[in-house]
Each structure stands twice: as structure tokens, then as C-alpha cells.
């Protein structure tokens, strides 16, 4: 394997390993169903830990790419469609559906500037109370159908280049791809998701009466320092978009 992992990057080194293992599955230079190789071979071509490996090989799994057969090895493979969110995924919404094929998708930024969040979103940032940040509204559809609503609040930093990505804040742009390229990789999320009623602003960009039930999915992001740096509330509808967990035996 020619490709190899840049030291420099603050993108994770077995993220940098899964982009080079799914290109050569995508590219068929890995072609399906041959076997892939073994962890301790990987470790020593690409100078990674073991355990760095083995989390890129469940990543593999998990999205798709890859499948273990017990005392056989790991293969390779390629996901099947989905007309879902895989929401254990670093990805966001937006990524998923075009990793996975879906066309269709449009979003309307409804409002985005520096605004007071609520107090529950300052402390999950870390946030003193009344400090600004920037705030994205956004409001998404699949093939025509409501399909979710999103709040996306980003503090000082993050929040500087998600106001100056005009691509963004045009509707096409993605933000997690906008962050990654500023440095804002993730390392980590908790993700929370509440089956509840809809507020009434939510309610009208989703096409539901307020009051009616939807899951609301509420994230915190931060990167290998510990730099918290995007926290979302999305308001899913489930029968245009379901969310999908893959569960892969370690």
C-alpha cells in the first residue's frame, strides 16, 4: 500500500486509515469479498497500535465496508442502500445520505448569527451564561418530504468560520466537512435521543401540528483536546428519515 498516514494532521490516525482502506474497497483495488489484511499487518505497514487499527477495522465494519468471518478473517465489502441516519456515525445527516447514494436533499438555512443560547446549551459547552455564539437554524427535506429540523450552536472559534463559510450559509455547504477543514476533527459525541413533542417553530418547518410527537436528537461534539465545539438539537422525522444504529461484535 502506497498511501500513508500524515503525522501532521489533526485528523485521527484511524480516520486516516479508514479513508485509505475504504478508497482502495471504493476504487476496487481491494475488490469485494478478498480478505483484507490483518491487523498486525496493518500496524506494521501504516507504524500504527494495534488497538488504533482495530478501531479503524469496527469503523470498517460498522459503515459497511468490511465483514468478519470467525477464524477466517475480516473481507471486504460495500454497504448496501439505506434511506437512514446511522447516528453513532462522526458523519451528519447531509454526509450519511450522500455516502450512501441519496440524492434529493435540500436545505433552507432559516436563521444563523451570534445569539444568547439557552442555559442548558452553555453548559454543555462550557460557556460562561449570556456569552454569545453562533447559532445556524436549518431546515432539511428528502425528496420533497419535511424530513428534520436542526439548531447547530458553535462557540467563538468554531463559530468564526462557520459564519465566514458562505457555502454554509447558502444551504449547500456541509458543516462537519467546513470544521474539518478549520482543524475541528472529532475525537468524540454523546448523542441523546428523546422521543417528544414538537415546539411550535420546529412544528412549522417540519409540516406536523405543534404538540405532535417527533425524536429530537441532541449532540455535543469535541475534538482530541477536549475542545467542545459544536452542540445540535435535530428534529427527526422518523418515517422520511429513520435512525439506524449498527451494532458489530468486538
Same mark, same amino acid.
Given at each position: 500500500?502506497?498511501?500513508?498516514? @500524515?503525522? /501532521?494532521?489533526?485528523? $485521527?490516525?484511524?480516520? #486516516?486509515?479508514? @479513508? ?28 500504527? %497500535?494495534?488497538?488504533?487499527?482495530? #478501531? ?6 460498522? @459503515?459497511? =465496508? ?7 478473517? *475480516? =473481507?471486504?465489502? *460495500? ?8 447516528? #453513532?456515525?462522526?458523519?451528519? =445527516?447531509?454526509? &450519511? ?24 446549551? &452553555?453548559?454543555?459547552?462550557?460557556? $460562561? ?9 436549518? %431546515? ?14 458553535? $462557540? &467563538? ?14 444551504? /449547500?455547504? !456541509?458543516?462537519? !466537512?467546513?470544521?474539518?477543514? %478549520? ?8 448523542? *441523546?435521543?428523546? %422521543? /417528544? ?21 441532541? !449532540?455535543?461534539?469535541?475534538? #482530541? ?13 422518523? @418515517?422520511?428519515?429513520?435512525?439506524? *444504529? ?5
Amino acid at each position: 500500500m502506497t498511501q500513508t498516514i @500524515d503525522r /501532521t494532521s489533526p485528523v $485521527p490516525y484511524y480516520e #486516516q486509515l479508514f @479513508d485509505i482502506l475504504k478508497g482502495r474497497i471504493v476504487s476496487g483495488d481491494l475488490p469485494v469479498d478478498e480478505r483484507l489484511p490483518s491487523e498486525l499487518e496493518l500496524s506494521r505497514d501504516f507504524g500504527l %497500535a494495534r488497538a488504533t487499527v482495530r #478501531q479503524t477495522m469496527s469503523r470498517l465494519e460498522s @459503515d459497511g =465496508f468490511a465483514r468478519r468471518v470467525a477464524r477466517r478473517g *475480516v =473481507f471486504a465489502t *460495500v454497504p448496501g442502500p439505506t434511506s437512514g441516519w446511522i447516528v #453513532q456515525d462522526t458523519e451528519g =445527516f447531509l454526509e &450519511s445520505q450522500i455516502r450512501h447514494g441519496r440524492t434529493g436533499i435540500e436545505t433552507t438555512v432559516v436563521d444563523a448569527g451570534f445569539r444568547v443560547p439557552p442555559a442548558h446549551v &452553555s453548559e454543555a459547552l462550557g460557556l $460562561p451564561a449570556q456569552e454569545k455564539v453562533f447559532t445556524l437554524d436549518r %431546515a432539511r427535506s428528502l425528496d420533497g418530504r419535511p424530513a428534520l429540523f436542526s439548531t447547530n450552536w458553535f $462557540p &467563538s472559534a468554531s463559530g468564526a468560520v462557520i459564519a465566514g463559510a458562505t457555502d454554509v450559509l447558502d444551504g /449547500t455547504g !456541509s458543516v462537519n !466537512s467546513t470544521l474539518r477543514q %478549520a482543524g475541528f476533527v472529532i475525537q468524540g459525541a454523546r448523542r *441523546v435521543i428523546h %422521543a /417528544t413533542k414538537a415546539p411550535e417553530q420546529v412544528a412549522e418547518h417540519l409540516g406536523v401540528e405543534p404538540g405532535d410527537p417527533v425524536l429530537r436528537i441532541r !449532540s455535543l461534539s469535541w475534538d #482530541q483536546s477536549d475542545r467542545r465545539f459544536d452542540y445540535y438539537e435535530t428534529w427527526v422525522l422518523t @418515517d422520511t428519515v429513520p435512525l439506524e *444504529v449498527n451494532i458489530v461484535a468486538s
